[in-house]
């Protein structure tokens, strides 16, 4: 379960925030008028995330190659992206 402050608190009191991640391993979320925004994690938590999110892009990277079709040159792709 994550701790729950309001974004004025978290300002208010970061140091304890904090604390609950690094010394109680607890996730706290940010709230603002009453919605969730934003989280603090541990940096364990975030790379596990980052993990997930590499195992997510490669699986769909599989997928798309198995799907075949015309390859694409990397500028080619990046002019009709209009980052070029």
Known sequence: MARVLSAA?????????LE???????RVVIERS?????A???LADLEALRRLE???????ARVAMA???EAIPY?????ELGFA
């Open 67 to 69: 799907e075949g079709g």
């Open 54 to 60: 590499a195992e997510a892009d490669i699986a769909a």
């Open 20 to 26: 609950a991640v690094v010394g109680e391993g607890e």
């Open 9 to 17: 608190a978290a300002a208010f009191d970061f140091p304890a925030a």
């Open 40 to 42: 603090i994690v541990s």
């Open 34 to 38: 009453g919605a969730p925004v934003a």
């Open 75 to 79: 500028e080619e792709l990046r002019r």
